[in-house]
């Protein structure tokens, strides 16, 4: 076998048990015609669709794609002539029925290359119902080599006409000795990977991201915001100290926060924290309020964040505000 080239779509380490069992399928010819990738975002189904893509357009493909061959050039090039991609209109973020109708008259025609034709569909859920409508009959009888690739972030979201006529594959999280090894390679230090993957709660993709300078710098402001507010800082004040960065993101750590308190609070167990650095913090904010509170405050700031990714709240500088209000007055209580 040539070695693959280094820009080759390849599945990532802990993704060779999954990719074995889509090989074989392939092999034994029963490769489904539509498949439903999902799984934790960073966890990367986007690399192991990316790599299905690779390999089924490649014409001298190996264990994976060759990255050499006429197919593999073009899709490398950005434009392969069997090879649809389907994502939302940027700001609509909705996939819509005219759309579609170019996805059907694609099926129709025949692979230029004499192999695989490929439809790419990400998110799946955000297929408005007429695009889904539409987008039936040729998810139903696809004629042969073509595969349809759905990606969802939340498959329970995917219409269920959708889904049924769909192969759900779901990866699962890794386990930490499938991917710590990768992370190790990405992050150049064992223990920063292990603190990262754990910080992530088990997702390596996210924890390589987690650990960029970046991101750890706003994990240091918010840690100094909890610090400030647990000695009875002012929250609105306090918030100028995040002003400009991403409301989800924040978010996204306040969530997780108050999962390893609520965690704390139940049953005092501090092996299971996903940030351990913090346990002082949590130590003095646990002394303050009660579970109940906390679990009112998640809830919280998860239909929050939800609301910010469905565009539903124009101002996320006030989502931030008045969750810090409500996350202080439980610091003070
Ligand atoms: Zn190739």
């Known amino acids: 076998m040539k070695e693959s080239s280094s820009q080759v779509a390849i599945p990532l380490p802990w993704q060779q048990g999954i990719w074995q069992r889509l090989m074989e399928l392939q ?26 893509v690779a390999r089924l357009l490649c014409q001298m493909p190996g264990e994976f794609a060759c990255g050499h061959c006429h197919g593999c050039a073009m899709l490398a090039s950005g434009y392969h002539p069997d090879l649809m991609r389907v994502r939302p209109l940027e700001k609509s973020r909705q996939i819509r029925i005219d759309v579609i109708r170019e996805v059907n ?27 889904a409508n539409a987008l039936l009959k040729s998810l139903e009888e696809p004629g042969g080599r073509t595969l349809f690739l759905l990606m969802a972030d939340i498959p329970s979201q995917v219409l269920p006409t959708i889904r049924s006529r769909c192969q759900q594959w ?5 386990e930490p000795e499938a991917c710590l090894g990768w992370l190790e390679k990405q992050l150049g230090d064992k223990e920063e990977a292990e603190f990262w993957l754990q910080v992530a709660g088990g997702e390596p993709l996210l924890a390589q991201a987690l650990a960029s300078p970046q991101a750890r710098g706003l994990r240091q402001d918010m840690r100094e ?22 409301v989800d993101s924040i978010l996204w750590y306040g969530i997780a926060w108050l999962e390893d308190l609520i965690r704390l609070g139940l049953s005092g167990d501090t092996r299971r924290l996903r940030n ?35 565009g539903a709240n124009p101002n996320p500088p006030l989502v931030l505000e008045a969750w810090l209000i409500r996350w202080s007055a439980l610091l003070r209580s």
């Open 27 to 52: 092999e034994q010819g029963r490769f489904p015609h539509a498949l439903l990738l999902s799984g934790p975002a960073g966890v990367g189904a986007v690399q192991l669709a990316e790599a299905l």
């Open 105 to 131: 008259d694609f099926v129709n025609q025949t692979a230029q290359q004499g192999g695989y034709r490929i439809i790419t569909l990400e998110p799946a859920e955000a297929m408005n119902q007429a695009a």
């Open 170 to 174: 779901t990866l699962p999280l890794p």
């Open 225 to 246: 915001l909890f610090d400030a507010l647990v000695r009875g800082g002012e929250p609105v004040a306090e918030a100028a100290r995040l002003s400009g960065q991403s």
């Open 276 to 310: 351990p650095d913090l346990l002082p913090l949590y130590r003095q904010a646990v002394k303050n309020a009660r579970v109940r509170d906390w679990f009112r405050l998640l809830d919280y700031a998860r239909e929050q964040r939800r609301l910010l990714a469905q």
